[in-house]
């Protein structure tokens, strides 16, 4: 019997896991890295032990440390979790031989099914469908587009869509890098790619008795970077036959290799209703509360009752109305999915019927890692938070999400909030009409510009609240209205930075308040230091502004709107030099493809930062020659920093007469 479990693993998921043992009875024990101190997985643990360090492989991926620690705190049981060290073979073993009970498949499972290549081939020995494997040196022009694919891992990294040959070397040797550094193993092979095809998954528990359970499937095929952001269950294009088809053969593969536990075969679905496996997943997803929400049962509970030898009883329930979980990432989807790191000022959900567990009824779950105040670094995924809704059909289920989506207090970081918003509300989404190439297809999702109207009014709401916020501070004459003059005065200014545009609020006070000079459609109703209520059109809407170092966040009905306070007075010796590349966010130099002296042209690569589990290409800005390279592999970088710089052609060539010119005067 399990009495003292360690997860090995961080944020969202090892709470998740503790919410269960709690219900049980059973001790928690935690590890965390120096990054994740304070983290709220930590507080939560009855004992937490440190692994010192920062970067994965110095903390969560050393099996060693971990084991050690589970012994330390008097731990009986290791669950893994997802990511870090959840489908290492060698982990699992060395948690067995250390006499813990490993709450997951048996090592040859997960080493069997750990290889995209080898795991294909066993599928098609026991019938169930595959996708030819290409090699990527003898691909033919008629098989393309094809992808390429890391054969280890997950999360979309090592995975690359080409379109034509003239793409495949450069895509090979990225994806090649790129697994290298994230698993170890720079294996990878090609595939056919199916631009309209669905991700479907059927998640499967399996006893040491000999019972195989389908839980039916969740839909996941709104992916960016390969990676799944919006997960739901039942999937609207799979019928009770095609569920069938899919969980027959999810409940071959997993018998084809004794598997025990709970685990996830995922499968590609053409339009026409053809399914191909792609790979199994040897643990819990990160999307398993849909599933939860749909049957009512507790996987986690479920995995501990096999891991102690126990057996699934019964038939697997049934699906009861529909679920749809959203991923929260701290990230920039119109700047290529860039991630963010900071401080996490503020994180509330409106609405949240349970934290980690079905709600009793039709409601939203939230699942999350973080609360005000967490420091989101850049040494692990930027996932905030999965916010879930269940209710009683997907429509219904869509709406609510959203709705909770937009209403969430998220302050400090920008998040892809408004892009699951807009998917959620997208005809086509509602219609059902979704696969892998959805947010390609449908790219004005992810590009679509701020509302000009919501970004104008939050400004002036900033601007009076700023004014209010003075004014309540005022220890002189603070009886006086706010920026009162005696005679008429020029107006005063506030501006602030949405973006790369600047919104310049010019006000007045007159005898009836404040009056925003440049927006006469504009009248203030009430100014208070963190709310204002502006009335435009006859329309009153209230307008919630928190401040912050060096930001102002409003949140209204309209939509969340971040401000940077422009200074009145700037610094000049603060402006990078003209061409200068910076640094988008903190992360690691892991390539450089160029030396100083090299000519570039516009959009060619010169090197690749990694951060929070991505990598980022930094391109030239404009043809021209490097003139700079203030970076080498393997250097950090923070945020802002100048990696290189790029002198446009046109100054480059004048600077190259001008020296021979110098040379040649006597």
């Known amino acids: 019997m399990i009495t003292n479990l360690l997860v090995a693993n961080r944020g969202e998921i090892a709470l998740r896991v503790f919410r269960t043992c ?93 290889s995209k290549v080898e795991s294909k081939r066993l599928a098609a020995s026991v019938g169930v469908p595959v996708l030819a494997e290409l090699d990527p040196e003898t691909v033919t022009d008629d098989e393309f587009p094809v992808l390429v694919k890391a054969s280890a891992g997950g999360g979309g990294r090592g995975m690359r869509v080409v379109h034509d040959r003239g793409a495949l ?43 195989v359970w389908a839980l039916g499937e ?41 598997y025990v536990g709970a685990g996830t075969v995922e499968f590609l679905v053409t339009p026409d209703g053809e399914f191909f496996f792609l790979e199994m997943n040897t643990r819990l997803q990160v999307e398993h509360p849909v599933t939860e929400c749909v049957t009512g049962l507790d996987l986690v509970a479920l995995q501990l009752r096999i891991a102690e030898g126990g057996t699934l009883i019964g038939e697997p329930p049934r699906a009861r109305g529909h679920a749809i979980e959203a991923r929260l990432y701290a990230e920039d989807p119109a700047a290529d999915w860039r991630p963010r790191s900071g401080t996490l000022h503020r994180f509330a959900v409106p609405e949240v019927r349970a934290e980690f567990t079905v709600p009793d009824r039709h409601g939203i ?102 004014v209010a916020h003075n004014r309540a501070r005022a220890t002189v004459l603070g009886s006086l209205p706010a920026a ?8 005063q200014v506030k501006t602030y930075r949405h973006g790369e545009t600047e919104y310049h609020v010019r006000y007045t006070a007159t005898r009836s308040g404040l009056v925003a000079v440049d927006h006469a459609d504009v009248e203030l109703v009430a100014a208070a230091p963190e709310r ?9 809407r209230a307008f919630d502004v928190a401040r912050y170092p060096d930001l102002v966040t409003v949140d209204s009905a309209l939509g969340a709107v971040n401000l940077v306070p422009v200074p009145r007075f700037r610094d000049p010796d603060t402006e990078p030099a003209t061409g200068s590349l910076v640094a988008p966010m903190p992360g690691t130099v892991v390539r450089i493809a160029v030396s100083v002296g090299d000519r570039v042209h516009a959009g060619q690569p010169l090197l690749w930062l990694e ?56």
């Open 22 to 114: 709690r219900q049980q009875g059973i001790g928690t024990v935690a590890v965390y890295s120096d990054a994740d101190a304070d983290s709220p997985h930590v507080e939560a643990a009855d004992a937490a032990v440190r692994l010192p360090g920062a970067t994965p492989a110095d903390t969560y991926l050393r099996a060693e440390a971990v084991v050690t620690a589970a012994l330390d705190a008097g731990a009986d049981a290791v669950h893994p979790g997802y990511g870090f060290l959840s489908e290492n073979a060698d982990f699992a073993r060395a948690v067995s031989a250390a006499g813990l009970t490993w709450v997951g498949p048996s090592p040859d499972s997960i080493e069997r099914m750990g």
């Open 169 to 211: 070397a450069e895509a090979v040797e990225s994806a090649r890098a790129e697994a290298g550094s994230a698993f170890g193993d720079p294996t990878v092979f090609c595939e056919r790619y199916l631009e309209r095809g669905r991700h479907v998954e059927i998640q499967v528990l399996a006893d040491s008795h000999g019972t």
């Open 218 to 258: 969740r839909e996941c095929s709104i992916q960016r970077r390969h990676q799944k952001v919006v997960e739901e269950a039942p999937s609207p294009a799979v019928d009770p036959a095609l569920r069938e088809r899919l969980c027959e053969a999810a409940r071959t593969v997993a018998r084809a290799v004794d």
């Open 365 to 466: 779950r939230l699942d999350s890692g973080v609360a005000d105040g967490s420091v989101i670094g850049v040494h692990y995924d930027p996932m905030l938070a999965k916010v879930v809704a269940w209710g009683p059909d997907r429509t219904a289920a869509a709406r609510m999400l959203a709705g909770a989506l937009a209403s969430a207090r998220i302050h400090g970081l920008g998040t892809n909030r408004d892009l699951l918003v807009a998917v959620l509300r997208h005809p086509e989404f509602l219609a059902g009409n979704t696969d892998t190439g959805f947010l390609v297809r449908h790219r004005a999702v992810t590009e679509a510009p701020p509302d000009e109207t919501a970004v104008r009014l939050s400004a002036v709401a900033a601007a009076f609240a700023d």
């Open 484 to 491: 009162w003059r005696n005679v008429p005065s020029a107006p």
């Open 532 to 540: 204002v209520v502006l009335r435009r059109g006859g329309v009153r």
């Open 611 to 666: 951060a929070m589990k991505m990598e980022h290409r930094v391109a030239a800005p404009v043809d021209g020659r490097v003139t700079e390279l203030a970076v080498t592999e393997g250097h950090q970088v923070e945020q802002g920093a100048v990696l290189a710089v790029v002198t446009p052609e046109d100054e480059d060539r004048g600077a190259s007469d001008t020296v021979e010119t110098a040379k040649e005067t006597p």
